[in-house]
């Protein structure tokens, strides 16, 4: 890390090994985003619980250019969080979930959903609960009765125009979500 760490031990005694494992963690936050302008990491003990021991508590402020990534990772309920290397170990990890998704924001990298396929119910059989649908390009898609939502099976005629989700099939393709557009 080019800028200087600031590490802030409350309600315990600074612990140079715990200083320095911080002092690791963070320089390798560098290569998750250059933005990093300001680091500061609390460590604080939480109070005793009568059947367990003290849990640490990390707290990780980041500042970059546009934004501050705070993480506070307190888990009361995880006795791995007895250890402070863990405790530390897992707000490191949510801080480097953290800053990529940032990088991932200000990169414009944006997940890209597909459209649910569209088409029209070219066969149906009713009496066994299924039917094929006929898609742009004009191939056929098996779907079975319970694929589609809101049992809105019954309602299907033939030229229905429907959205749906194609997946494969042990014998060919298939819709696995089927939509009826009203």
């Known amino acids: 890390m080019i800028l200087p760490l600031q590490i802030t031990f409350r309600q315990m005694d600074p612990s140079p090994a715990l200083e320095a494992r911080i002092r690791e963690l963070a320089a390798k936050l ?6 990093i302008m300001r680091c500061h990491v609390i460590v604080e003990p939480l109070a005793h619980h009568k059947h367990q021991g003290s849990l640490y508590d990390f707290r990780i402020e ?7 990534i705070a993480i506070r990772h307190a888990h009361p309920a995880d006795h791995a969080h007895e250890d402070p290397y863990v405790a530390l170990r897992d707000a490191f990890l949510a801080a480097r979930r953290k800053l ?6 200000r990169r414009g990298d944006v997940k890209h959903h597909t459209e649910p396929a569209h088409g029209r119910v070219q066969e149906l059989d009713a ?3 299924f039917g094929r649908i006929e898609t742009g390009d004009g191939r056929l898609i098996y779907f079975h009765q ?9 309602e299907l005629t033939i030229g229905s125009e429907v959205r749906f989700v ?3 099939g042990d014998l060919g393709p298939q819709a696995s979500t089927v939509h009826v557009m009203s």
């Open 127 to 129: 009496e066994h609960g």
């Open 100 to 105: 990529e998704d940032y990088e991932r924001k």
């Open 30 to 35: 560098d290569r998750f985003s250059g933005q």
């Open 146 to 154: 319970n694929s589609v939502i809101g049992d809105r099976f019954k």
């Open 166 to 168: 194609e997946e494969p």
């Open 62 to 68: 980041i500042t970059l250019p546009d934004e501050q």
